[in-house]
């Protein structure tokens, strides 16, 4: 039985500091492989910073192509909104019953996981995996010493997907933050020059 990670955003783009986090859980867990999985934009809510969830999907599998254990998943663009993580987590569930699952997640989300939708069904199907966030966040009392939680060491990202996209607008240099061919397609799609 294989312990996959699954390690969800909305990649706006994918960087680098993404697949060292991924990298890390692969050596440093017993995690085997991990899903990226592209979270869909509600087509109700016009927001301009971020782009098709088709494109944001293939920078993901652009970005992962070389990569033996990562693997991208649009698995939440069928599954009806709003996008609840325990519908995804029933979906996978069903989808690979011989698997153990656990979700990838930042201190800051963390924090207010407790207001998620069955976030206790969301413990009972899966563990966490915590990593570590620039700011300290405040762990929930009911979340505290809970054994399907396991906060790890992991390294500590300094730069998101937002200050990528800025730096983008004011054309500022990207090519150390995303993988090179991860940069050459957002040039060739000028992406994020409107945000």
Avoid: C
């Avoid at 983008?168 to 799609?189: A, N």
Wanted: net charge positive.
């Amino acid at each position: 039985m294989k312990k996959i990670g699954l390690f969800f955003g909305t990649f706006n783009p994918i960087h680098n500091g993404h697949l060292e986090l991924a990298e890390f859980f692969l050596s440093n867990s017993d995690i085997s492989e991990i899903y990226f999985i592209v979270t869909p934009v509600n087509p109700f809510k016009v927001n301009s910073k971020i782009i098709d969830d088709r494109f944001r999907f293939e920078m993901v599998k652009i970005a992962t192509a070389n990569e033996k254990n990562f693997y991208p998943s649009n698995i939440e663009f069928n599954i009806p909104p709003p996008n609840y993580t325990i519908n995804t987590i029933s979906k996978i569930i069903r989808e690979f019953p011989n698997n153990k699952f656990s979700i990838l997640m930042g201190e800051d989300n963390l924090s207010s996981f407790n207001k998620w939708k069955d976030y206790k069904l969301i413990l009972e199907n899966v563990e966490l995996y915590i990593y570590p966030r620039e700011n300290k966040f405040p762990v929930p009392d009911d979340l505290k010493n809970n054994p399907r939680i396991k906060s790890f060491k992991a390294p500590l990202i300094n730069f998101s997907s937002t200050q990528i996209r800025n730096r983008v607008r004011e054309d500022k240099g990207i090519s150390t933050l995303v993988p090179r061919k991860v940069f050459d397609y957002i040039r060739k799609q000028n992406f994020y020059l409107l945000d």
